[in-house]
């Protein structure tokens, strides 16, 4: 039996794999074209696969449900963040006063707490966020002035350290177990019990951005065609 997120995954992996390999060998021919003075004048090919439609018979074989994750306790995210910051002021040499790491702690532990009661969702990012709202509000209420780059890297080591702690216990989710052996279906299956998925995959594509950031780096992030 195969889970059904995992034949979906593949086909879709397999058409990237596809204009991968159609990209690698374009490339080729452009260095091919170049150096021949009877090429070099001509279009380099290049085949895409813009839209490819899928009619994959199947059988469902079972279902397995899922289970609800579980956010840690405030206190413990806290515990670690705080410990985090402590290394993080100690490595890089970065001044905050002990009352300004006690009050973001407090801060800290008071917004999970609210966050907790008023979000279903179990989610790192939102603990990790919380946790760097924490420190941004706890920079205000303190009138503490850091340079961007400082700010920058304790963020960058709160927000893991909260991600790292987040969960007691994570997320399962359910999953639809699918059989497509073409033997099995053509001995188990009926006309009424086989399933017929049809799905039509778009082909688009993603490029690097780069971007200087404020504390004198580069951002690099992909962004559609």
Known sequence: MNDLGDILGSLMTGL?????????QTAALAELYKDNPLLEGLSVPRVRIPEVSIDLPLIIESHEAGEEGELNEPSKVVDATSNRLKNTLANTNIKLSTNFQKAFADTAKLRLTEARKNNDTVSKELVSRTVQDAFVETLKKTNTELS???????????????????LAKPSIPQRILTNI???DIKDKATGNSVVRLKITLTEEGVEWVTQSNDAGGVNRTLTPE
């Open 16 to 24: 990237i794999r596809a204009r991968q390999a159609a990209d690698l």
């Open 181 to 183: 052996r073409t033997a």
């Open 148 to 166: 961007a780059q400082d700010k920058l890297a304790i963020v960058k080591d709160i927000r893991t350290e909260a991600g790292l702690a987040a």
